[in-house]
C-alpha cells in the first residue's frame, strides 16, 4: 500500500490533513501556505484517491486510520495536531480514539453525524452506486469541462479561489471507483465513540438553525474536552466557504494546545 503525501517540512509541529471523500491533499495546499511557517504541514492522499493504491479492500473508518498511522511510522511524526474533513474527520475520530496517546490537539472540519437530529438528509438511496456512476462521469470530462460545468467550481472562481478550483477538478479526475467502498462501513457515532476522544478537539461546523445548532452542541458535550464553533454561511466544506472566519477560529484554539 502506498500512499502519496506532500509536506512541507522543517522543524516544526506537524500538522497532518486528512481530506474528505472526493478530494485529495493537494485540494488544502491554501491551509497548508497558511501555516507552513509554524508547522511541518503533511497532506497526503486517501486510499483511492489522488496519487494514491486503490487496494482491492476495505475502505472504512478501521482501514483509513491504518494507513494514517502507517503514514505516520515511515515519516517520524509523533506528536501531530490531526486534522479532517468529512470522511476525513471519520478517519482522524478512529485513530485518535484507537491511540489516545497520539495526537496532541485533533481539528475536525464539519463532521457527518449520521445521528437523530443532524444530517439526517445527507446520504440517500445508494450512494455507493452513485459515486460510481459520478466518477465517470467526471473522467468523461475534461478539467475545463467540469469547471465550466458544475456549480461548485463556478462558485469557487467567482469567490477568487480558481486555483483551488483547478486543483479540486483535477482531484476529480484521478479518482477510482473503489472509494464507493467507502459507504460500506457505516460512520462513526460520535454518542459513542467521542467520549474515548482525549485530545483538545475543535469542530468547525457548518451554519445551520438554531434546534440544530442545540443538538450538535450537546453531541459535542461528550468530548472530554472538546468546543463546537459553527461559522456562519458555511456549508460543508467550510473552509472553502468562509475561510477568513474558519481560519481565525482555528488560529484561536491552536495556541491553547
Request: charged content about 35%.
Amino acid at each position: 500500500m502506498e500512499l502519496h503525501y506532500c509536506r512541507t517540512g522543517g522543524s516544526e509541529s506537524p500538522f497532518v490533513i486528512s481530506h474528505g471523500l472526493t478530494d485529495d491533499g493537494y485540494c488544502r495546499l491554501e491551509l497548508a501556505r497558511e501555516l507552513e511557517d509554524e508547522f511541518d504541514v503533511v497532506l497526503y492522499d486517501a486510499r483511492g484517491h489522488g496519487r494514491s493504491d486503490a487496494p482491492d479492500e476495505d475502505y472504512g473508518a478501521s482501514e483509513r486510520a491504518a494507513d494514517l498511522f502507517g503514514l505516520l511510522e515511515e515519516l517520524a511524526i509523533d506528536d501531530p495536531i490531526l486534522f479532517g474533513h468529512s470522511m476525513g474527520a471519520d478517519t482522524v475520530t478512529e485513530a485518535a480514539t484507537r491511540r489516545p496517546e497520539l495526537p496532541r490537539a485533533v481539528i475536525l472540519e464539519d463532521p457527518v453525524w449520521m445521528v437523530d437530529g443532524v444530517n439526517n438528509d445527507v446520504i440517500e438511496g445508494d450512494p455507493g452506486k452513485n459515486i460510481e456512476a459520478q466518477i465517470a462521469e467526471w473522467q468523461d470530462r475534461s478539467v475545463e469541462e467540469l469547471l465550466e460545468a458544475e456549480t461548485m467550481f463556478r462558485d469557487l472562481v467567482e469567490s477568487g479561489q480558481p486555483d483551488l478550483a483547478q486543483r479540486v477538478a483535477e482531484a476529480r479526475g484521478r479518482l477510482r471507483p473503489e472509494i464507493a467502498r467507502v459507504f460500506e462501513a457505516e460512520l462513526l457515532d460520535p454518542t459513542e465513540i467521542y467520549g474515548d476522544l482525549e485530545a483538545p478537539t475543535l469542530i468547525l461546523k457548518a451554519d445551520a438553525d438554531e434546534e440544530e445548532r442545540e443538538r450538535e452542541q450537546e453531541i459535542t458535550g461528550y468530548l472530554p474536552d472538546g468546543q463546537l464553533v459553527h461559522v456562519d454561511d458555511a456549508g460543508h466544506c467550510v473552509f472553502w466557504d468562509e475561510r477568513a472566519r474558519a481560519t481565525e477560529e482555528l488560529r484561536t484554539f491552536l495556541p491553547t494546545v
